[in-house]
Structures are given as structure tokens and as C-alpha cells.
């Protein structure tokens, strides 16, 4: 089958200037991604056509599985001594605290995490492209926040990596990110993103979020406290499950292979 022809990014960055003024002019704030954000391709294909059937969740649905100290050793929490050797990259730590739209810790859940390596490749058939896949990373980890909250993985610093939006399409480097709270409804799959990143710009998955300070919620901080001497370095990343400062979703958009 013949490779299909992809558009420039020229024409994807006219095509999100467009739908980002629009935004702007019609004044409503808009903070969850957009399902049919056309310069995001696949994104057409993924969500329904027709308005949803709206019901109330039942009984089973308004408590999240239970995952207990004896389902998650604290050892998953570092990727970086899945394997015998180290793991190439930068080696950082991102933490942070899961809260309710009250401002109420999460306690006791399940955060899990994966991502690609330093080159910017996964370990999954689909990703072939020419980047190293790194034998002694994975790329998978998942901790319990503590009794305030706080969640903490030590992982190495994801790559940015390529994929077929169009042409010379890069994704900014990110860690994709699943945080289960209380009840089913709660549960959140998103991503974590690096601050300043050049890529941020040029991307539809993170322009399918049209609000500005939206999408500024997905942006870790660094955080030199979080820094280690000659160890690690390290980021803050907050997430609220529920409510207005909620932390974006993409549940309905996102197959999560990006
Ligand atoms: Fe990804």
C-alpha cells in the first residue's frame, strides 16, 4: 500500500491558528480537549457522532478497584531498576499531589505511568521508528498516593518521537498518566508535559485543548527542591480529579498510543 501523503506542518499550524482564533473571538471558556480537533487526524475517527445517552452510573461504577500495599511493591515506582543495568537519559523525579476538586487529598490510589525512553521510543510493536529502544527501561510504573496525596516516581526524562499526524510531526516529550480516584467517575488518563518545551506549539494533541491556561495545566514545573545532589532531577506536577480545576482528560480522544 502506498505511504499516504501527509500534510506539511505549514498547513497544520494555518489550520490551528484558525480554530484558536475562533476560540478567542467567541469568548467561552473551553478547558477540555476538543474530540473532532481536525489538525489532530485520528481524532476525527474517535468519538462519537451522536449526543451521548446520558444515565446515572450504577452502584458498581461509583467505587474504583482497590489496590492495596500488598497489589504494588513501592520498588514500581522507579523505573530506572527495572533491569540490571541503568537506564541511558536524564534521570529526574516528578511528584506531586492528587486532590479532589475540594482540595482533598486522594488517598490510598492507584497512579500509573508510561512513557517512552531518552530517544523518544517505546517499547510496543506499533513505535519502529529509527530511535533505540534501551534495554534496561521499560517505560511502565505505578505507586499509591500517600496519605495526603502525594504520589513520587524516579523515572529517566522521555524523548520527543515522531508520528504520522503529518509531515515532521513530533510530539513534546510527555508522560502519560492514569490517576484512579474513589469512584470510576473520577478516573483521569492524561499527560504530563516539560516546561518550555519548543514543540509545544506545533503539536495537535496539546493545541486540541484550545484554553490557554487549560493546557498550562499539564506543564510540570521543575522544582529545584525536588532536585537531588548528583542524583536526580525533579519536577512538581499537581492533578485535581474532579471539578473546576480539574486536570484535562482524554478519555474520549486519545487511544493513548501518542
Ligand atoms: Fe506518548
Not at 52 to 78: K, N, Q
Request: glycine share 8%.
Amino acid at each position: 500500500m502506498p505511504e499516504p501523503v501527509l500534510a506539511p506542518q505549514a498547513d497544520v499550524d494555518a489550520e490551528m491558528a484558525a480554530i484558536t482564533g475562533a476560540y478567542e473571538q467567541a469568548g467561552v471558556v473551553e478547558t477540555q480537549p476538543r474530540r473532532d480537533y481536525a489538525p489532530y487526524r485520528s481524532s476525527l475517527l474517535r468519538h462519537p457522532t451522536k449526543s451521548l445517552h446520558h444515565a446515572d452510573p450504577e452502584t458498581i461504577e461509583l467505587w474504583a478497584p482497590c489496590f492495596g500495599p500488598t497489589d504494588v511493591d513501592p520498588l514500581e515506582a522507579d523505573l530506572t531498576v527495572q533491569h540490571t543495568g541503568e537506564p541511558i537519559g536524564e534521570r529526574m523525579v516528578v511528584t506531586g499531589r492528587v486532590t479532589d476538586g475540594e482540595g482533598r487529598p486522594v488517598r490510598h490510589q492507584l497512579v500509573e505511568i508510561w512513557q517512552a525512553n531518552a530517544g523518544g521510543r517505546y517499547v510496543h510493536k506499533r513505535d519502529q521508528h529509527p530511535a533505540a529502544v534501551d534495554p534496561n527501561f521499560t517505560g511502565v510504573g505505578r505507586c499509591l498516593t500517600d496519605g495526603d496525596g502525594w504520589y513520587r516516581f524516579t523515572t529517566i526524562k522521555p524523548g520527543p518521537y515522531p508520528w504520522k499526524n503529518h509531515r515532521n510531526a513530533w510530539r513534546p516529550a510527555h508522560i502519560h498518566f492514569s490517576m484512579f480516584g474513589t469512584e470510576f467517575t473520577q478516573r483521569v488518563v492524561t499527560q504530563m508535559y516539560f516546561p518550555g518545551d519548543p514543540l509545544f506549539a506545533l503539536d495537535p494533541i496539546f493545541r486540541s485543548i484550545v484554553d490557554p491556561a487549560a493546557r498550562a495545566r499539564l506543564v510540570a514545573s521543575y522544582d529545584h527542591d525536588v532536585t537531588t545532589h548528583e542524583w536526580a532531577t525533579g519536577y512538581r506536577w499537581d492533578i485535581v480529579l474532579t471539578g473546576s480545576n480539574r486536570t484535562l482528560t482524554e478519555t474520549d480522544t486519545e487511544d493513548g498510543d501518542h
